[in-house]
């Protein structure tokens, strides 16, 4: 069993940065891709960005790709996730997932159901 717990959420506004951490606890010994989902209000939740075990690979969605950086620091068991000019529609719960299958095609990886392990999720809001 793994637990995520994130932090770092809040409210900001628009053009500000935020910076979210996911702690992971429990057995780390497998070497879990990391993800971040949002989930706004009446929508469904999306794959945002995706990083490997080793760090060497990512992936980003469109809408946020060269505003958020996802990283990884394993020997602290941590994911990252730097929000750079947020916008309002940036405005949701973040999640943290892992994944064991640290290897996946990107469509595949935009599954929510293949990640074994959720963190409880932080509230971000954007003001505009």
């Known amino acids: 069993q793994v637990q995520l717990e994130e932090s770092g959420g809040g409210l900001v506004q628009a053009g500000d940065s935020l910076r979210l951490s996911c702690a992971a606890s429990?057995?780390?010994?497998?070497?879990?891709?990391m993800a971040w989902f949002r989930q706004g209000l009446g929508k469904e939740r999306e794959l945002i960005a995706r990083?490997?075990?080793?760090?060497?690979?990512?992936y980003y969605i469109g809408s946020v790709q060269g505003r958020f950086t996802i990283s990884r620091d394993n020997a602290k068991n941590t994911v990252y996730l730097q929000m750079n000019s947020l916008k309002s529609e940036d405005t949701a719960v973040y999640y943290c997932?892992?994944?064991?299958?640290?290897?996946?095609?990107?469509?595949?990886?935009?599954?929510?159901?293949?990640?074994?392990?959720w963190g409880q999720g932080t509230q971000v809001t954007v003001s505009s």
């Open positions: 990083i490997t075990w080793s760090g060497g690979a990512s």
């Open positions: 997932a892992a994944d064991p299958v640290t290897l996946r095609p990107n469509l595949e990886a935009t599954n929510p159901s293949i990640y074994h392990y």
């Open positions: 429990g057995r780390t010994d497998v070497n879990y891709a």
